[in-house]
């Protein structure tokens, strides 16, 4: 049987699926990712999850990889001294493909996480332009255009935590003042429910903030990322804008309608499709293993 892998590698563990060459998952593994260890001790035990995983009856077809950047995805390296200080230059693209014999995708985990989301909905309708923003400590960010994952020149990531959303209003580690990240992240919505006396975003919603002292954070909430995705949504014309993140089970019933609303007042409005990511911690995996997928 003719299978794929697919790695979702992060600063505490890392997710291994194995999936049928049409994207359909069988089964998965999770190891810790212990960080701060050299990458040699690290793949010998991406070495035994995979391995097990596989068997002994399977033709590994393809391997891709989602992982927190910086990257070099042309090279296939791990460049990221922030959250995997032991994998420095990690070259994992070769290291995989020299010990399965199959071809090896590396890129950036946001932009996997994306891939996952719109291949979750390929049933529905297939997907060539779509957005995705992800509410977790910071706001992550991923595009596709025109079937292809949106990159800078030098194989960078877009930043669209870091677009000015109410300047003068708080300022970021990046330098700026009234960034997406720093007002609407999951991080961000914790300490403004802290403010208001809870413990945090989730207590303020277990407790019926939401309807009560908490119903001006969501309409601040609302006002910010619109405004961010006023910009986006004009400059990449998506057809489905997907947002995800721990808040959103939370949120999105109450924003979604808020948001597209507000979207369908301009004159250059085209019509999309506003979802909640329906993966979690899956989309990751499942976005990594689509980069192996035959055509």
């Known amino acids: 049987m003719k299978q794929i892998i697919g790695i979702d590698i992060g600063g505490t563990k890392i997710a291994i699926g194995l ?8 089964a998965s593994s999770t190891i810790p990712t212990h960080a701060q260890a050299p ?8 070495f035994e999850a995979v391995d097990e995983l596989l068997g002994n009856t399977t033709t590994l077809t393809g391997i891709g990889i989602g992982c927190a950047g910086p990257l070099d995805t042309e090279k296939g390296v791990v460049q990221n001294p922030y959250t995997l200080s032991g994998w420095e230059n990690a070259p ?5 493909s020299d010990r399965y014999g199959c071809p ?9 996480a994306l891939l996952g989301e719109v291949f979750a909905h390929k049933k529905e309708k297939p997907v060539r332009n779509a957005l995705m923003l992800t509410f977790g400590t910071g706001v992550g960010g991923a595009v596709l255009h025109n079937g292809k994952l ?5 194989f960078g990531h877009p930043e669209f935590g870091h677009i000015l959303v109410a300047p003068g209003e708080g300022e970021c580690y990046c330098g700026g003042d009234g960034c997406l990240e720093g007002l609407a992240s999951g991080l961000a919505l914790t300490q403004q429910a802290q403010a208001l006396g809870f413990e945090d975003f989730q207590d303020l919603v277990a407790q019926g903030g939401l309807q009560g002292s ?11 990322v619109g405004r961010a995705l006023w910009t986006l949504v004009h400059i990449f014309s998506p057809s489905m804008v997907i947002l995800g993140g721990g808040a959103m089970s939370s949120l999105f019933d109450l924003v979604n309608q808020k948001i597209t609303e507000n979207m ?6 085209k019509e999309f499709a506003l979802v909640e990511a329906s993966l979690g911690a899956e989309a990751g995996m499942v976005g ?8």
């Open 39 to 46: 990458f040699s001790e690290a793949i010998v035990r991406i």
């Open 19 to 26: 999936f049928d060459e049409t994207g359909r998952f069988i």
């Open 104 to 112: 090896v995708r590396l890129e950036n985990d946001a932009d996997v």
């Open 92 to 96: 994992i693209v070769a290291t995989l």
């Open 288 to 295: 990594a293993a689509t980069l192996v997928l035959p055509v």
């Open 214 to 224: 908490g119903k001006f954070l969501v309409h601040q909430w609302v006002e910010r």
């Open 264 to 269: 369908q007042s301009g004159i250059f409005y």
């Open 150 to 154: 949106f990159k800078t020149e030098n």
